[in-house]
């Protein structure tokens, strides 16, 4: 089994893995032999983890892009088809979630959590195509969430709309994909221990939010790092269309 978690000779993009589960996702493949390329609209903190895994032996890029603008990441994967040899996992992972009560949501808070959510993968994918079909195959693997495919949280109707949205775009896009030997699946995190969670609230709200986990505990980067391995893994290789729910069992029904 370890040899099928062996990314050796392949190439991972890895949108927003500056921090929290994006890092966890850079890392796990990174130490697992996979060349990766952070792509993160904060250059500066990529490249310091970048230069981190680079200390260890890992090989790890970063390039700076904003998602929410469609030139820019078409611009981005058109540079870096000409700068690798090839591409054969995408990560969408990097969001956008400001906690805005329904009433409170300015055009520009939708249209940036949109366009960072739910357009970039689309054009992302689109943009992947051309290096997946001359190898005859390729993987797009999405960070979703629990909140707006399952469950409903306040000041997140945003979010929950785009997530909701990345749900259909997997089913979808897997249906269409297949025939290349494309598989588009996802991962639903529930909460997750990330510096994100302060959205939510301080420390005891957290911890309340902890006690209420069937499990007992957040979860943490490491733990969505690792069914991103098994989705993108030949163990996943007759998985496709699908979403993992990663949350300790939060969104068991009550008993």
């Known amino acids: 089994m370890s040899e099928d978690l062996d990314f050796t000779g392949q190439t991972v993009l890895v949108t927003g893995g500056a921090q929290g589960i994006g890092r966890a996702i850079v890392e796990a493949f990174a130490l697992r032999g996979a060349q990766v390329v952070i792509a993160d609209v904060g250059l500066a903190r990529a490249e310091a983890v970048a230069d981190e895994l680079a200390a260890v032996g890992c090989q790890v890029q970063a390039v700076g892009v904003d998602l929410a603008d469609a030139t820019a990441i078409f611009d981005m994967m058109a540079a870096l088809e000409q700068h690798l040899e090839r591409l054969d996992i995408l990560v969408h992972n990097a969001g956008y979630f400001p906690l805005t009560l329904f009433a409170e949501i300015t055009p520009a808070i939708l249209e940036r959590t949109l366009a960072v959510n739910l357009s970039a993968l689309f054009w992302l994918t689109q943009a992947a195509l051309p290096m997946f079909r001359r190898q005859g195959r390729g993987c797009v693997l999405v960070t979703s969430s629990v909140t707006g495919p399952r469950v409903a949280y306040p000041g997140l109707s945003h979010y929950a709309a785009s997530k909701a949205g990345v749900s259909g775009f997997i089913r979808n896009a897997a249906l269409e994909l297949a025939a290349e030997n494309v ?51 030949s163990l996943a290789g007759y998985v496709t269309g699908q979403t993992l729910v990663v949350d300790g069992g939060s969104t068991l029904p009550e008993v």
């Open 183 to 233: 598989r588009v699946n996802g991962v639903e995190p529930g909460m997750i221990a990330t510096p994100a969670m302060a959205n939510l609230g301080d420390n005891e709200v957290n911890q309340d939010i902890a006690r209420r986990v069937p499990l007992g505990r957040l979860g943490q980067p490491s733990d969505i790092a690792g069914a991103m391995l098994f989705l993108a893994s």
